[in-house]
């Protein structure tokens, strides 16, 4: 074993809200039904944050649990990173907020806004900082309170999103490597494909202007993911020099069920092996793939030593992964 000072992940918590949001609830709120929504999506729920939630009080709750469930100490952490697009204020950040909900009188703080691609940065970002000795323990979270941003009278948008929230502990540790390559892009001459104004939030009931709220060009984004994603897998693959049946799990942003479908297709990987989520939590953003690790795990599907391909995609538009060895 090469023992090296290495990041790692060594520990994962969630937080999902009480409400849940069902198809039949939505064919009481705009023109959809159960059926179109399960045949174009495979989203039967997702989770909705209360009017007084927002993302730092997802963020809290997903840190509580992280500490409740892997019998973890938070006070010596040097860095909060949180990835979210809905952040309660323009500052301070979900991530100060956090930190001094929990007292981390050490740890210095960030927001990281990319989207649905935002947790593969934290994580590459919690993995640099390590390496570099900048830092010993790094928290990062996904946070997303996408109900306050979504125009529940569009029915093709308001149908895929949900509330989430989910902490990772990330440490440097003297064992082999565990962050084996990472690949980013983007392409910011399409980003008016998906666009959310940055004063977005619906508070106590109140209706905001239509152009406020998440917008997204769902099939031209469809087109996208398909032709591009697969170069960018095949790129991080490059870099890692693996191949992809050295791969034990796929995890994709969980956007939409059949498009990972149309994906692991033509990628002629097996969908047995990809961890998604948006079953019963919808499309959450940033956390999707973190909540897909987190299920699994719960579901003991993972091993430790298991090879995971991260992968994320949405505005900016940006798209990355990174290679893990659980």
């Known amino acids: 074993m090469n023992n090296k000072f290495n990041a790692k992940i060594t520990g994962i918590g969630a937080y999902l809200p009480n409400k849940k949001l069902t198809n039949h609830d939505l064919e009481k709120m705009v023109d959809t039904n159960d059926e179109w929504i399960v045949r174009r999506t495979g989203i039967k729920e997702r989770r909705i944050a209360a009017e007084s939630e927002f993302a730092s009080d997802l963020a809290i709750k997903a840190v509580e649990n992280l500490i409740e469930s892997n019998n973890v100490k938070i006070n010596d952490v040097d860095m909060v990173i949180v990835t979210t697009f809905t952040p309660d204020h ?14 981390m009188e050490s740890a210095g703080t960030m927001d990281l806004n990319s989207a649905c ?4 940065y934290g994580l590459c970002v919690a993995d640099s900082l390590i390496m570099a000795k900048h830092s010993k323990k790094v928290l990062v979270i996904a946070a997303e309170a996408l109900s306050k941003v979504v125009d529940y009278t569009d029915r093709n948008t308001c149908i895929l999103f949900g509330d989430a929230a989910v902490a990772v502990l990330v440490e440097g540790k003297e064992e082999k490597e565990s962050f084996l390559a990472s690949y ?7 980003a008016h494909y998906a666009t959310c104004s940055n004063l977005s939030q619906r508070v106590n009931g109140q209706k905001m202007d239509k152009e406020k709220l998440f917008q997204q060009e769902g099939r031209l984004l469809y087109e996208y993911v398909l032709k591009n994603i697969p170069v960018g897998i095949s790129k991080l693959l490059e870099k890692s020099g693996l191949v992809l049946k050295d791969i034990d799990w796929f995890v994709p942003h969980s956007a939409n069920l059949r498009m990972i479908e149309a994906l692991c297709k033509r990628m002629n990987f097996p969908i047995e092996k990809t961890l998604i989520s948006n079953e019963f ?3 959450t953003s940033s956390a999707s793939i973190p909540l897909a690790i987190w299920k699994a795990l719960n579901e003991v599907e993972i091993k430790p030593g298991d090879k995971m391909l991260l992968y994320g995609f949405g505005g900016g538009l940006s798209h990355g992964g990174t290679i893990i060895e659980w």
């Open 184 to 190: 980013f892009t983007s392409d910011g001459k399409l």
């Open 117 to 120: 691609t935002g947790f593969i």
């Open 90 to 103: 323009l500052t301070p950040s979900v991530a100060a907020l956090t930190q001094g909900y929990f007292n």
């Open 281 to 283: 939590y919808g499309n």
